[in-house]
């Protein structure tokens, strides 16, 4: 298998019923993971003079452009861009019953408002946007909007000092997906298909650059795209399928841990 040179997040694919639902102010929150990849150390450290200061600033080596995930599945409430003020470009997730996370001075993203993600899912990347001074992650859990001092796996961080922390977000097996994206040999648009080839009914298309969620990846149709000619195919969703040959994952062919549909 060819290593392609982009890192390739493997993340947890959420299920439909892991998702929270909105609750009542007083549901418990939700078990928080690290919004990093499985087995990655980071240094988090908290300070009284933060704003807020209950939120936690993630550092390690060569950290720009690194993966940022989900720390709980939930919905993408925000995406937005304060430009070169307060937390520049950064995400909010709603996670149901008035808890929410935040992840802020990111170089980019990789979700949309109203996207459903759960452990693992990559939102975006680490950057130094807005009024940081080098690049991190800044990160809050907050209930009915005030943020709460953190914890990961449900035990609280370290207040107030610098604490290196192990994820164990998404080491849940198998039970895993790739990220990408569209990335056609003409820089056209991609079509996307009800099956695993390009015989079944196109049910849309994608924009060249378009990031994708790889789910499974099915044995189909052979064809020939930016990346040679391949009978892989990546579901991206459910009833949705692109040619893997078409699809920047940091792989050529199969992914490693992503299962097969």
């Avoid at 936690?56 to 720390?71: E, K, P």
């Avoid at 449900?154 to 604490?163: E, N, R, S």
Wanted: net charge neutral; with cysteine; glycine share 14%.
């Amino acid at each position: 298998m060819l290593a392609r040179t982009l890192r390739t997040a493997v993340v947890t694919a959420v299920a439909a019923a892991a998702v929270l639902v909105a609750a009542s102010p007083a549901s418990a929150a939700p078990v928080y993971k690290l919004p990093f990849p499985c087995g990655e150390t980071w240094g988090g450290s908290t300070r009284s003079d933060h704003s807020p200061v209950n939120a936690i600033d993630f550092n390690r080596t060569d950290d720009v452009d690194d993966w940022v995930i989900a720390s709980a599945p939930g919905t993408v409430e925000t995406v937005a861009d304060q430009g070169a003020t307060g937390y520049g470009k950064y995400i909010k997730i709603n996670h149901g019953g008035g808890h929410s996370t935040y992840y802020a001075h990111l170089n980019s993203w990789w979700v949309s408002v109203g996207s459903v993600v759960g452990y693992g899912t990559v939102i975006g990347t680490v950057g130094s946007t807005g009024n940081s001074s080098g690049p991190h992650l800044h990160y809050e859990q907050r209930a009915n909007g005030t943020p709460n001092q953190v914890a990961f796996d449900g035990v609280t961080a370290l207040y107030y000092g610098a604490k290196n922390y192990v994820s164990s977000n998404a080491c849940g097996g198998t039970n895993r997906t790739g990220a990408g994206w569209i990335d056609t040999s003409t820089s056209g648009p991609q079509n996307v298909y009800s099956g695993a080839g390009t015989t079944f009914s196109v049910v849309g298309s994608l924009p060249d650059g378009a990031y994708v969620t790889v789910w499974c990846q099915a044995v189909g149709q052979s064809v020939t795209g930016k990346w040679g000619t391949s009978n892989v195919w990546n579901r991206i969703d459910l009833g949705r399928f692109v040619p893997d040959v078409n699809t920047y994952t940091g792989y050529t062919g199969f992914i490693p841990s992503v299962p097969r549909c």
